[in-house]
């Protein structure tokens, strides 16, 4: 191997690792609560990339994050920091308790939960500890009001409408634009 072919090869393989690592994309959100309330969350995707080279790619979810960031609420739940898709965040409008609604993209993280009937995962705030629990039946069929479609190489601030022109695509799954109360699974 000549000093020239060595050095492209040294650089070409660099670059092949830099491509599939882990990374996080993050950026803020406008989330309209089911009360009318608008708040912004700062969103955080880890994430690692695969594909073939010069083929197609994608990336695979490690975990997401959501913090409110405006308005300063003096119930201001912690960072939800789960290796799910958040779909739903809102608080309860009869015991005002947070929660999220989360799912997920691949079959082996609906394995890890057990292979639920639905593709979601509840989280309610007790005691300053986000806990899951299985979907609250009253739930089914409210709109998502996170964006869940998120790109491997990032994404911008969004608002409201900016959320909703993305998530109009037909090609979305239902599952992603609301909590279903149906659902087949290719797994």
């Known amino acids: ?3 020239h072919s060595y ?9 092949q690792l830099a491509g599939c690592g882990e990374t996080n994309v993050s950026w803020k959100e406008d989330v309209q609560l089911s009360s009318g309330e608008m708040i912004v969350v700062r969103r955080t995707a880890k994430t690692k990339a695969f594909g073939e080279i010069a083929g197609p790619g994608g990336w695979e979810n490690k975990g997401m994050t959501v913090e409110i960031v405006m308005p ?5 739940p912690p960072i939800w920091d789960f290796p799910f898709v958040p779909l739903l965040f809102d608080r309860d409008s009869q015991t005002n308790q947070w929660f999220m609604v989360s799912t997920f993209y691949s079959c082996e993280s609906w394995y890890e939960l057990g292979r639920p009937k639905l593709p979601y995962v509840e989280y309610r705030l007790r005691d ?10 009253g739930l089914i069929g409210k709109p998502a009001n996170m964006l869940t479609t998120i790109r491997s190489g990032g994404e911008p601030d969004h608002t409201i ?3 909703a022109a993305i998530e109009s695509d037909p090609a979305i799954g ?14």
């Open 128 to 137: 300053g500890q986000w806990v899951s629990q299985p979907l609250s039946v």
């Open 1 to 3: 191997m000549t000093r």
């Open 7 to 15: 050095w492209i090869t040294l650089v070409f393989s660099l670059l």
């Open 174 to 187: 239902t599952s992603y634009r609301k909590i279903v109360a149906n659902w087949a699974t290719s797994c």
């Open 72 to 76: 300063t609420l003096k119930d201001k």
């Open 161 to 163: 409408a900016t959320k």
